[in-house]
């Protein structure tokens, strides 16, 4: 059984209180998804995450394949991080804990996730051929809108 991880940090020029109102609106997981992908929250995002929420999206993963996704808010610690899982979807599992680090200017947004394709071996390959890079450019485009919402960091 093969576990994959991200593991990204994004600075911003924002407080963490500013940081947490907006990622801990299940709403806003619209605006930093690429359009692609076609995402559609369901039901769940109708208040700010807490412990035991379940939330239901409809997003296309592979051009042509659209599919439900189920996930839990598993942990939530006020401004510093929050936890979801997947419970039904297209991976067999899925890890996903947010952090937010202050720092002198802004704030560092950490993302891990730790996840694992179905279909053995033949998800290994599609991991290696497709997957992985979809992935990345799914968080690339997340930054990408972050920067564009909150500006970029000073270095």
């Known amino acids: 059984m093969k576990i994959y991880t991200i593991h990204t940090k994004h600075r911003f020029p924002i407080s963490i209180n500013t940081a947490w109102d907006f990622l801990s609106n299940p709403s806003n997981l619209k605006t930093i998804t690429p359009p692609n992908m076609r995402f559609t929250i369901i039901s769940g995002a109708d208040r ?14 592979i051009p042509g394949i659209r599919t439900k996704w189920v996930t839990e808010i598993t942990h939530v610690k006020n401004k510093k991080y929050f936890v979801d899982e997947q419970r039904f979807g297209p991976y067999s599992f899925w890890h996903h804990k947010h952090f937010i680090h202050p720092l002198t200017y802004g704030i560092e947004l950490e993302d891990i996730v730790d996840y694992k394709i179905p279909f053995g071996f033949f998800g290994q390959l599609l991991h290696i051929l497709f997957i992985k890079r979809r992935l990345n450019k799914i968080f690339r485009f997340r930054k990408e809108k972050l920067d564009q919402l909150f500006g970029q960091y000073p270095e």
């Open 48 to 61: 700010l995450i807490y412990p035991g929420q379940i939330i239901q999206y409809l997003v296309t993963p």
